[in-house]
Nanobody, 118 residues
Framework: QVQLVESGGGLVQPGGSLRLSCAAS????????MGWYRQALGKTREAVAT???????YYADSVKGRFTVSRDNAENTVYLQMNTLKPEDTAVYYC????????????WGPGTQVTVSS
């Protein structure tokens, strides 16, 4: 059974940093792209940052220059370094990975809470 498990969330003061990690287990296939989404209370889920195996990136405008996504292709692991955090970054962060072979399933982690507050 395929599982994505996030870690690294928590409470941080504005201006602080956090690093999220997501590891896939139970896979015999590659995932591409992999990335991070978030959902704040009362809002829809949005893409934060994604990365392909070849190193192509996507960042939401709201996080450009502050967040950095990276991955370990061999381990189907993806990371999100979050710097200069703002209260509006508060959300549940979800890891996502898409299977590269049929049936091209999207897999999601259970989410990790990030709270930015003084």
């Amino acid at each position: 059974q395929v599982q994505l498990v996030e870690s690294g969330g928590g409470l941080v003061q504005p201006g602080g940093s956090l690093r999220l990690s997501c590891a896939a287990s139970g896979t015999a296939f590659n995932m591409d792209p992999m990335g991070w989404y978030r959902q704040a209370l009362g809002k829809t889920r949005e893409a934060v940052a994604t990365i392909t195996r070849s190193g192509n990136f996507y960042y939401a405008d709201s996080v450009k220059g502050r967040f950095t996504v990276s991955r370990d292709n061999a381990e189907n692991t993806v990371y999100l370094q979050m710097n200069t955090l703002k209260p509006e970054d508060t959300a549940v962060y979800y890891c996502n990975g898409r299977r590269t072979s049929y049936p091209y399933t999207d897999y999601w982690g259970p989410g990790t809470q990030v709270t930015v507050s003084s």
